[in-house]
């Protein structure tokens, strides 16, 4: 339980860049997982190639939106019909043409639209697809704490570098959809990269 709750920590810190989110989180009690429906119709050969990561979701006790100067962006290979690997490498405006970071997630579908995920430091957590258009895919991600399955983040990651108003749009309307409070959230946003 510890290592899925530090590797949380260790995962949001790489993608923020904000060294201030280890006291944020762990004193933050995480939320209950959402509960979503999982997007049964969608392949893994359907989500193979290059995503940007556009938005990270949070609970937060109050809503709170941040602007990221930093780009993550991400290739998803699949292996078959069951198992696919993902590469999120982290740009920071000064080092532009080199990542700074990088992560890989090994992921094994356990039935349509749900994923075992396996972190960088060996334990595991689920994902679930509940959003997917062609250039949009937003998934959540739980693991446990304290006997109970929570919230670690939501993310929306996008085919284009920049968050244009219909991708808004089409995001705010899904995670709206699905249950998603704006006044509970914490928002992280890359919307140009």
């Known amino acids: 339980m510890a290592v899925a709750i530090f590797g949380r920590f260790a995962f949001l810190l790489w993608l923020t860049g904000v060294s201030v989110a280890v006291n944020y989180f762990e004193a933050e009690e995480l939320g209950p997982c959402p509960h979503v429906l999982p997007t049964p119709d969608v392949t893994l050969k359907q989500l193979e190639g290059k995503w940007h990561l556009s938005v990270a979701v949070l609970d937060a006790a109050k809503e709170n939106l941040e602007e990221n100067s930093v780009c993550v962006t991400g290739e998803v290979f699949v292996h078959n019909s069951?198992?696919?690997k993902q590469i999120w490498d982290m740009y920071t405006p000064?080092?532009?043409e080199f990542p700074v970071g990088t992560v890989e997630l090994a992921m094994e579908s356990v039935r349509p639209g749900v994923w075992a995920v396996q972190t960088p430091l060996g334990s595991q957590i689920t994902g679930i697809l509940f959003g997917y258009d062609l250039d949009l895919a937003i998934a959540v991600f739980c693991g446990w704490q304290k006997g109970r399955q929570v919230h670690l983040f939501t993310a929306a990651a996008t085919r284009e570098g920049s968050l244009t108003?219909?991708?808004r749009l089409k995001m705010s309307s899904?995670?709206?959809?699905?249950g998603y409070?704006?006044?509970t959230t914490k928002l992280i946003v890359?919307?140009?990269?």
């Open 94 to 96: 000064h080092h532009q």
């Open 181 to 183: 409070n704006p006044s």
């Open 174 to 178: 899904i995670l709206l959809d699905n």
């Open 82 to 84: 069951t198992h696919m």
């Open 190 to 193: 890359w919307s140009k990269c």
């Open 165 to 167: 108003p219909s991708l």
